[in-house]
């Protein structure tokens, strides 16, 4: 069994004239936290989105490495690219994208009621994420009634609640200040990475990228360098 | 400052094109429909013989019947123009423009979408009116010259849409707060009193009572009075008990959902149990007409078999301005509940889309939003058939006994309501597919 949870060759893709990626190859280590950096339109968020089967590349391979086997992501429809991320996956968006109406709790057991588990079941779960990721005493408040730090924990909690092997996150401080930043990176790496996770995450923060044990750099839809942290490029 | 603002509110762009787009066509159907309607009924008022007056009096109810679900799509319209600028709103006021210029511009916008959608409308209805012409009543089809409204009128109708827009967005207005860092709703939304309750029991009791006094009456206008006056009343109760009725339904939903989408449909509705009844309450006309129009076919029909040929035509005309009357609020309904949910779409639009990275299925996001409008309807469908056959017992339980037939066209009308609402969502499923793929 490989060591890499994901694998991409040759990702292509372009959006009318625009070539977003131009043949990027990247391999994720199981349990490892990557940082992908680069300015603003280099084609992160379109790699992320290709790594987690979100987006169809137009050219190239991704794959997925599980307990059940290697996945061709891209050979995949969209039903089963919906189910793979909906049970292997999780997500973290810089707005929290979470559900207004929903409470706290419902957001997070929300995940797990798509993969088919009872309400009650899930909402218990749900509210042990919560609690471990310091929001205890607030599960039964509207995303509304939560700060921009707290509801980027509970979606930090929607994301891992499902027990998912590779969390992606884009930008998951950028509406962050830098004190609550560090915060949610760390709770971030502590659910993912701390677990024996994967964290894949978009960041233009230095010191978000500081913390994860790779960072790639991306220009004009390639990958061009790799660093360790702490180490000069 | 006006110039760089104007600018900005002028400024194409995708999102702007189909927020523009939707208010512009919904103040198109609001003013076509309210044209159509009057353009028939003022046919009635060329008729200046004595049953002419009868004709005129039924239309005037028809009109009021319209008047219900017409305001609300008209409210629909102006609020979705109102909102779909908050975002712009606030860039404005990043900018450093006013709240006072920033209102004036938001009113200002409204009225020049709405006038848009009313000179659309009004070609909409010129398109319709052959058609129109064709219905029949005393026995010939209306004709266009009956049908077609003069300038006076195309203009009233004009300035009234117009006009609507215009308090429409200045009330929106008074709801949001409009800061540079976004446009919130002010806080939660007032709490429905249980004094609704009690009102609406008292109101439901009178209109009753009158209605026991009309079986003595004997004037055709008095009894078109009163059934004005108890259609009116009981509207009213129903405006004020419906919205509590649903948060109560809704509360109980959300407690006992065990699926996604039925936890999601109860949760938005109790989001605001208001918006879900105003949504719907133009069914909450049209069931409430269907036990009344039921009702009135089956007395009336066994009337009619010994009446003489004019009494006979007059049924019969009844029966087609019955027919029309609920088709008209159906079609008004069903419209409403497009342009509310394309706005809502559009609103939710990365909501969705995040939702569909997630792996929500489509179908769930789809089975969440219909179920967030089809349980209101159901509840005010079904509630609004009971409250009209209690208020109309004794006539009710008459046309039971003479003409179960009534029982049937009942039922039939309200399938046909749900069955034109449920098309209304399904004809904004595309644009929710959109907007989870992100296109
Ligand atoms: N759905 C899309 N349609 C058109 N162009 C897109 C789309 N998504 C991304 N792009 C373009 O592709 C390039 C890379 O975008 P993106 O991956 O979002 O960059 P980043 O996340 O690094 O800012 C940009 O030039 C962007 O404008
Ligand atoms: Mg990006």
């Not at chain 2, 039924?58 to 102006?78: D, H, M, Q, T």
Request: contains cysteine.
């Amino acid at each position: 069994m490989s060591s890499f949870v994901i694998e991409a060759s040759g990702l292509s893709k372009s959006f009318g004239q625009t070539h977003a990626l131009s043949g990027v190859d990247l391999q994720v280590r199981t349990g490892e936290a990557i940082a992908i950096m680069g300015a603003s339109g280099s084609g992160k968020t379109t790699l992320l989105h290709c790594l987690a089967g979100i987006t169809r590349p137009d050219a190239g391979t991704v794959a997925f490495q599980s307990g059940a086997g290697r996945v061709d992501v891209t050979a995949l429809g969209e039903r089963e690219r919906s189910r793979l991320r909906r049970e292997a996956y999780g997500f973290v968006f810089q707005q929290g994208l979470l559900i207004p109406e929903l409470t706290a709790v419902e957001n997070v057991a929300l995940a797990l009621m798509l993969n088919g588990m009872p309400r009650a079941r899930a909402e218990e779960y749900g509210r042990g994420w919560l609690g471990a990721l310091g929001l205890a005493g607030m599960e039964d408040r509207r995303i509304g009634q939560l700060s921009g730090g707290q509801a980027q924990r509970v979606a930090i909690a929607r994301a891992q609640v499902t027990g998912a092997s590779v969390v992606f996150a884009d930008e998951p401080t950028g509406a962050l200040d830098s004190a609550t930043s560090a915060e949610v990176m760390q709770a971030l790496l502590d659910s993912t990475t701390g677990q024996g996770r994967t964290l894949v995450v978009v960041t233009h923060d230095a010191d978000v990228a500081g913390r994860c044990t790779r960072i790639v750099d991306m220009r004009d839809g390639r990958i061009v360098g790799e660093r360790v942290p702490g180490v000069a490029a | 400052m006006i110039a760089r603002v104007a600018w900005l509110l002028a400024r194409p762009g995708t999102a702007g094109a189909a927020a523009s787009l939707l208010p512009v066509t919904a103040f198109a159907i609001v003013t076509s429909l309210l044209l159509v309607v009057l353009g028939g009924a003022q046919s009635f008022w060329t008729w200046p013989d004595e049953i002419g007056v009868t004709y005129q009096a039924l239309a005037v109810i028809a009109l009021v019947l319209l008047v219900v679900p017409l305001a609300s799509l008209g409210g629909a319209a102006a609020r979705l123009s109102a909102r779909r600028r908050d975002d712009r709103l606030a860039t404005l006021r990043l900018l450093g423009a006013t709240p006072a210029t920033v209102s004036e511009l938001a009113v200002l916008e409204s009225v020049v979408l709405a006038a848009a959608g009313a000179v659309a409308g009004v070609v909409l209805y010129f398109l319709l009116v052959p058609l129109v012409a064709l219905i029949p009543f005393r026995g010939e089809a209306l004709g266009v010259d009956g049908v077609l409204l003069g300038v006076p009128a195309l203009a009233a109708v004009f300035g009234g849409v117009v006009l609507l827009a215009a308090a429409s967005a200045v009330l929106g207005l008074r709801q949001v707060v409009i800061s540079p860092l976004g446009v919130r709703t002010k806080q939660d939304a007032p709490k429905l009193h249980w004094l609704r309750i009690v009102l609406g029991i008292a109101v439901i009791a009178l209109a009753f009572l009158m209605m026991s006094v009309l079986q003595v009456a004997g004037s055709v206008m008095i009894i078109l009075g009163m059934l004005g006056a108890a259609f009116g009343g009981t509207i009213a109760v129903l405006n004020l008990i419906g919205p509590w009725v649903i948060r109560l339904v809704a509360q109980s939903q959300a407690r006992r959902a065990k699926t996604p989408a039925r936890l999601l449909a109860a949760r938005s509705v109790l989001e605001s149990p208001k918006a879900a009844w105003r949504q719907v309450s133009g069914v909450a006309m049209t069931s409430f007409m269907a036990v009344f129009a039921g009702t009135g076919i089956a007395l009336l029909d066994s009337f009619g078999e010994a009446g003489d040929v004019e009494s006979q035509q007059l049924f019969a005309d009844i029966r087609t301005g019955i027919l029309i009357t609920v088709i008209g609020s159906f079609l008004m309904v069903a419209s409403s509940v497009g342009v509310n949910q394309a706005a809502g779409i559009l609103d939710r639009g990365e909501l969705y889309r995040s939702l569909d990275m997630l792996g929500m299925p489509t179908p769930t996001m789809d089975a969440a939003r219909r179920r967030a409008v089809m349980s209101p309807l159901r509840i005010t469908a079904l509630g609004s058939a009971v409250t009209a056959a209690v208020v109309m017992l004794p006539l009710t339980g008459a046309a039971i006994i003479v003409a179960p037939l009534s029982l049937a066209v009942i039922a039939g009308v309200l399938a046909a309501g749900i069955g034109v609402v449920w098309l209304g969502l399904l004809a904004t499923k595309p644009m929710l597919e959109r907007a989870a793929a992100g296109a």
